[in-house]
């Protein structure tokens, strides 16, 4: 929120020469956020001067140029070089003088420029920073000034004020208004407030129907409670916008549009309320407050055509709908140069329906920004009025009796506090007196009885609605500094859970291997999320993304992206991890509704939220492309391919204490042929292989990819309690080849697993180091060679002793494959 310093000023008495970082400084007390300030980058002398005679001068480039007289003083008279042509003799205008500076660090200067020294420059709208007018230079008789030759053009205008900015959190939405922030600067500094509400007087019309029809009303409340409307006729839609407000406004971030639409800003940059304002000549008929059909469509004014969902909150005339409620207005009745006639429209919206709107149509404004954390029900038509009083006042308009009132009950609030309760919470010793005090000076109303106080809060604070939120206020007025600091102390014998110690190692040691892990987000599309998985994807009733609306049921297609945005930025080998959840399906049925807040939900309630929580298992995944070693002096590059994931899998599972085994596999998004099932203990805990070619495509990435993904749960199920060193082994081993002639369909891991058992206890390590299927091989055939070593924990194995447990491995294998050595 941007305040412009003047007119915090008119609310709350402020020192002299005060400035931004003075006030932020006074907010920060009250728990606000300094972000920064703003204006103050124009630099005088600039002065309003008065055109005594020009002479146009044609160049040789086309342009006609005037060379101008102007009179900056009393009978002091600068030549100065002009490219505009739409101002006339006798016109005052604003001088910049040498020596000033506008916007933007432009330093003027004299300079030769067309054959003369320009002794200054002629300034227009868009250079002084008072909107984006670039038509012409400024015409100060156009904002109905007729200042003395020689006035402080700064002053005049307002050009020499600065504002500060403050972050605003989202439950306290009362300070996105000047009113708001003057009412905190007052809490904060002790000086004297006058609420601006209080300077306007309600005026009620009538005669114009309003009614709200909502029949599906989100979590029960009414999408609107409180719809002011009053009329206004005969304005002035051209009328100029004076400079005081359109720097006002544009200091507060926004930028001057129109007499009509910067007034309605300005009221809801001081009171909090936003406003609309309608043609009243293009209504037809009455308003109507409805949800949306199905597919109705809107053309809001930014000129787009939305098509619209059943919880969306409308503003509907007799011909349908002319406004998105709390969010945007309609094209068909907006406020043009040709209005005469103005409804003005100050309501009260649900929050909750206001804010879905906003994030479904991706339409963020800054009516909805205020409606969405709470508007104050009372002030509406006092902002009504005050719009009415100041079109009155800078349109020429008049009031036409024209308005309406809709109001349905709002419930008030009562709070009991105990007053022993704020001291317990905080842990600082707050008197009673002290407490009634900070909360009369909230705008609170107080009963006290005995050892507790009754509460009622102010209509601008919804969310003060526990009586924790008003031990904040007691804590936040007080003075945050009172508040003890103590450094908690760690209860001692506690340290990382198993889980946890495997989770750092498989990663530590992942990052160890080469690879880099990377943070996704878990959005995926439809199509990603039946790449590689074909569990039933869970879809967001409010997604972020129109185009990523489901949870990731697998990690694979988001390293995909990821590989894909390095690629394109020149990083052509890349090896990325990523751990995290995917979201499958519960078991239970998904919950329509919530439970009221400040409330602990029944049993009943409790079990259907957590049988309604997808299940979310934590996967390790990882995707590999371009060179795992590149080419160097003396080596040539490897290739990344699928070894590279069995390394990351054996990293893994190294990890956790187990041992894994691989079996080819049909897996979804993989190679066909080129993939294989992830086991341990005969459970299948993930896959790998390379990626099918058809997927690396569509990502753009080479064709060969290789990837893993691992499902941790699953894995860490099977991981002994306490993971224990392995044995070291001093004796020296034997080492020996054997080369196997076997059938095509029998898999390694199963050759691997015979020998082991074949074997027996001095078989230390095998390993598989060719498979070959070329020439002098028997049809149908494939040799399979493995390296062996064995080792005896007592003494030193001889070649006979390793010979005996390879032969018999041999046998076991021949009895079960009918596999036999190869020659």
């Given at each position: 929120?941007?305040?412009?310093?003047?007119?915090?000023?008119?609310?709350?008495?402020?020192?002299?020469?005060?400035?931004?970082?003075?006030?932020?400084?006074?907010?920060?007390?009250?728990?606000?956020?300094?972000?920064?300030?703003?204006?103050?980058?124009?630099?005088?002398?600039?002065?309003?001067?008065?055109?005594?005679?020009?002479?146009?001068?044609?160049?040789?480039?086309?342009?006609?140029?005037?060379?101008?007289?102007v009179e900056v003083a009393p009978g002091v008279v600068n030549g100065v070089v002009c490219g505009a042509r739409n101002f006339f003799e006798g016109d005052k205008v604003v001088?910049?003088?040498?020596?000033?500076?506008?916007?933007?660090?432009?330093?003027?200067?004299?300079?030769?420029?067309?054959?003369?020294?320009?002794?200054?420059?002629?300034?227009?709208?868009?250079?002084?920073?008072?909107?984006?007018?670039?038509?012409?230079?400024?015409?100060?008789?156009?904002?109905?000034?007729?200042?003395?030759?020689?006035?402080?053009?700064?002053?005049l205008l307002g050009l020499n004020e600065s504002a500060a900015e403050v972050n605003v959190t989202p439950d306290r939405g009362y300070c996105l208004s000047i009113r708001g922030i003057a009412r905190e600067y007052s809490h904060a500094s002790g000086a004297k407030f006058t609420d601006p509400a209080t300077k306007v007087s309600a005026k009620a019309g009538s005669g114009f129907s309003v009614q709200v029809q909502d029949d599906a009303p989100i979590h029960g409340v009414p999408g609107s409670s409180i719809f002011t409307t009053l009329g206004v006729s005969g304005i002035d839609a051209n009328a100029a916008v004076p400079s005081w407000m359109a720097n006002r406004l544009k200091l507060a971030g926004m930028r001057s549009i129109s007499i009509a639409v910067d007034i309605t800003?300005?009221?809801?940059?001081?009171?909090?309320?936003?406003?609309?304002?309608?043609?009243?000549?293009?209504?037809?008929?009455?308003?109507?407050?409805?949800?949306?059909?199905?597919?109705?469509?809107?053309?809001?004014?930014?000129?787009?055509?939305?098509?619209?969902?059943?919880?969306?909150?409308?503003?509907?005339?007799?011909?349908?709908?002319?406004?998105?409620?709390?969010?945007?207005?309609?094209?068909?009745?907006?406020?043009?140069?040709?209005?005469?006639?103005?409804?003005?429209?100050?309501?009260?919206?649900?929050?909750?329906?206001?804010?879905?709107?906003?994030?479904?149509?991706?339409?963020?404004?800054?009516?909805?920004?205020?409606?969405?954390?709470?508007?104050?029900?009372?002030?509406?038509?006092?902002?009504?009025?005050?719009?009415?009083?100041?079109?009155?006042?800078?349109?020429?308009?008049?009031?036409?009796?024209?308005?309406?009132?809709?109001?349905?009950?709002?419930?008030?609030?009562?709070?009991?506090?105990?007053?022993?309760?704020?001291?317990?919470?905080?842990?600082?010793?707050?008197?009673?007196?002290?407490?009634?005090?900070?909360?009369?000076?909230i705008g609170c109303e107080l009963k006290v009885h005995d050892d507790a106080v009754t509460v009622t809060p102010p209509s601008w604070r919804p969310d003060i609605r526990h009586k924790t939120d008003?031990?904040?206020?007691?804590?936040?007025?007080?003075?945050?500094?009172?508040?003890?600091?103590?450094i908690p102390v760690a209860p001692p014998g506690r340290g990382l859970t198993p889980r946890q110690q495997f989770r750092r190692r498989a990663l530590a040691a992942l990052a160890g291997a080469g690879f880099t892990e990377v943070l996704n987000y878990p959005f995926y599309s439809e199509q990603q999320n039946r790449e590689f998985s074909q569990s039933p994807a869970l879809r967001l009733e409010n997604p972020m993304q129109g185009d990523s609306p489901e949870l990731r049921n697998s990690l694979i297609p988001g390293l995909l992206q990821a590989a894909a945005r390095n690629l394109s930025r020149g990083a052509t080998d890349v090896a990325l991890i990523e751990e995290g959840s995917v979201f499958l399906p519960a078991q239970g049925n998904a919950t329509t509704s919530l439970p009221v807040g400040n409330v602990r939900p029944s049993s009943d309630q409790l079990a259907e939220l957590n049988a309604s929580i997808p299940v979310q298992p934590r996967h390790l995944a990882g995707v590999v492309l371009g060179d795992w070693i590149p080419q160097a002096p003396g080596q040539q590059?490897?290739?990344?391919?699928?070894?590279?994931?069995?390394l990351a899998v054996e990293q893994i599972t190294r990890a956790a204490g187990v041992q894994f085994e691989i079996r080819q596999a049909s897996a979804l998004g993989f190679h066909s042929g080129r993939a294989a099932e992830v086991l341990v203990a005969g459970e299948?805990?993930?896959?790998?292989?390379?990626?099918?070619?058809?997927?690396?495509?569509?990502?753009?990435?080479?064709?060969?990819?290789?990837?893993?993904?691992?499902?941790?749960?699953?894995?860490?199920?099977?991981?002994?309690?306490?993971?224990?060193?392995?044995?070291?082994?001093?004796?020296?081993?034997?080492?020996?080849?054997?080369?196997?002639?076997?059938?095509?369909?029998?898999?390694a891991a199963d050759l691997i697993a015979v020998i082991r058992e074949g074997a027996g206890d001095l078989l230390e390590d095998v390993s598989l180091v060719d498979d070959y299927r070329g020439d002098n091989i028997p049809a149908g055939s494939k040799s399979v060679t493995f390296s062996l070593r064995f080792r005896a924990a007592d003494r030193t194995l001889t070649q006979a002793e390793a010979t005996l447990s390879k032969d018999a491995a041999v046998a076991l294998a021949s009895q079960k494959f009918g596999a036999t050595l190869r020659a």
């Amino acid at each position: 929120m941007r305040v412009p310093l003047s007119w915090l000023a008119e609310f709350v008495e402020l020192p002299q020469n005060f400035t931004p970082d003075d006030v932020m400084a006074e907010l920060v007390k009250v728990g606000l956020e300094e972000e920064g300030s703003h204006g103050g980058d124009i630099r005088g002398p600039i002065v309003v001067g008065k055109v005594l005679e020009f002479v146009e001068e044609p160049q040789s480039n086309g342009k006609t140029i005037r060379w101008c007289q102007v009179e900056v003083a009393p009978g002091v008279v600068n030549g100065v070089v002009c490219g505009a042509r739409n101002f006339f003799e006798g016109d005052k205008v604003v001088v910049t003088l040498p020596g000033a500076a506008l916007p933007g660090g432009f330093e003027i200067a004299a300079r030769k420029t067309y054959g003369h020294v320009s002794d200054g420059m002629i300034a227009s709208s868009r250079e002084l920073g008072l909107s984006d007018d670039h038509e012409g230079i400024l015409r100060l008789s156009t904002l109905g000034l007729d200042p003395e030759v020689g006035t402080d053009a700064l002053e005049l205008l307002g050009l020499n004020e600065s504002a500060a900015e403050v972050n605003v959190t989202p439950d306290r939405g009362y300070c996105l208004s000047i009113r708001g922030i003057a009412r905190e600067y007052s809490h904060a500094s002790g000086a004297k407030f006058t609420d601006p509400a209080t300077k306007v007087s309600a005026k009620a019309g009538s005669g114009f129907s309003v009614q709200v029809q909502d029949d599906a009303p989100i979590h029960g409340v009414p999408g609107s409670s409180i719809f002011t409307t009053l009329g206004v006729s005969g304005i002035d839609a051209n009328a100029a916008v004076p400079s005081w407000m359109a720097n006002r406004l544009k200091l507060a971030g926004m930028r001057s549009i129109s007499i009509a639409v910067d007034i309605t800003n300005y009221v809801m940059l001081e009171l909090g309320q936003p406003i609309h304002a309608y043609d009243q000549d293009k209504l037809v008929g009455g308003i109507t407050v409805r949800r949306a059909v199905a597919g109705e469509q809107l053309q809001t004014l930014d000129e787009k055509v939305r098509t619209l969902h059943p919880e969306d909150l409308l503003i509907c005339d007799d011909s349908g709908p002319i406004g998105l409620a709390g969010v945007m207005g309609g094209a068909s009745s907006e406020v043009s140069s040709t209005t005469k006639n103005v409804l003005i429209e100050a309501a009260l919206f649900d929050p909750i329906s206001i804010a879905r709107t906003a994030r479904r149509h991706k339409l963020p404004s800054e009516a909805s920004k205020r409606f969405e954390r709470g508007v104050d029900p009372e002030v509406g038509p006092i902002a009504a009025a005050r719009v009415a009083q100041l079109l009155i006042e800078l349109a020429g308009g008049q009031l036409n009796g024209v308005g309406s009132s809709y109001r349905t009950g709002l419930p008030k609030i009562e709070i009991e506090l105990p007053f022993a309760f704020a001291s317990e919470l905080v842990g600082v010793d707050y008197a009673n007196q002290q407490i009634l005090d900070l909360l009369h000076q909230i705008g609170c109303e107080l009963k006290v009885h005995d050892d507790a106080v009754t509460v009622t809060p102010p209509s601008w604070r919804p969310d003060i609605r526990h009586k924790t939120d008003l031990v904040e206020e007691v804590a936040r007025l007080a003075g945050y500094h009172l508040i003890p600091s103590r450094i908690p102390v760690a209860p001692p014998g506690r340290g990382l859970t198993p889980r946890q110690q495997f989770r750092r190692r498989a990663l530590a040691a992942l990052a160890g291997a080469g690879f880099t892990e990377v943070l996704n987000y878990p959005f995926y599309s439809e199509q990603q999320n039946r790449e590689f998985s074909q569990s039933p994807a869970l879809r967001l009733e409010n997604p972020m993304q129109g185009d990523s609306p489901e949870l990731r049921n697998s990690l694979i297609p988001g390293l995909l992206q990821a590989a894909a945005r390095n690629l394109s930025r020149g990083a052509t080998d890349v090896a990325l991890i990523e751990e995290g959840s995917v979201f499958l399906p519960a078991q239970g049925n998904a919950t329509t509704s919530l439970p009221v807040g400040n409330v602990r939900p029944s049993s009943d309630q409790l079990a259907e939220l957590n049988a309604s929580i997808p299940v979310q298992p934590r996967h390790l995944a990882g995707v590999v492309l371009g060179d795992w070693i590149p080419q160097a002096p003396g080596q040539q590059a490897v290739q990344s391919g699928y070894p590279q994931a069995i390394l990351a899998v054996e990293q893994i599972t190294r990890a956790a204490g187990v041992q894994f085994e691989i079996r080819q596999a049909s897996a979804l998004g993989f190679h066909s042929g080129r993939a294989a099932e992830v086991l341990v203990a005969g459970e299948v805990v993930g896959h790998l292989g390379e990626v099918a070619p058809a997927l690396t495509a569509e990502y753009h990435l080479p064709r060969k990819v290789a990837a893993f993904e691992i499902n941790l749960d699953a894995l860490f199920a099977h991981a002994p309690e306490v993971l224990q060193a392995a044995e070291l082994r001093v004796m020296p081993a034997a080492t020996q080849d054997l080369s196997l002639l076997v059938s095509l369909d029998v898999p390694a891991a199963d050759l691997i697993a015979v020998i082991r058992e074949g074997a027996g206890d001095l078989l230390e390590d095998v390993s598989l180091v060719d498979d070959y299927r070329g020439d002098n091989i028997p049809a149908g055939s494939k040799s399979v060679t493995f390296s062996l070593r064995f080792r005896a924990a007592d003494r030193t194995l001889t070649q006979a002793e390793a010979t005996l447990s390879k032969d018999a491995a041999v046998a076991l294998a021949s009895q079960k494959f009918g596999a036999t050595l190869r020659a």
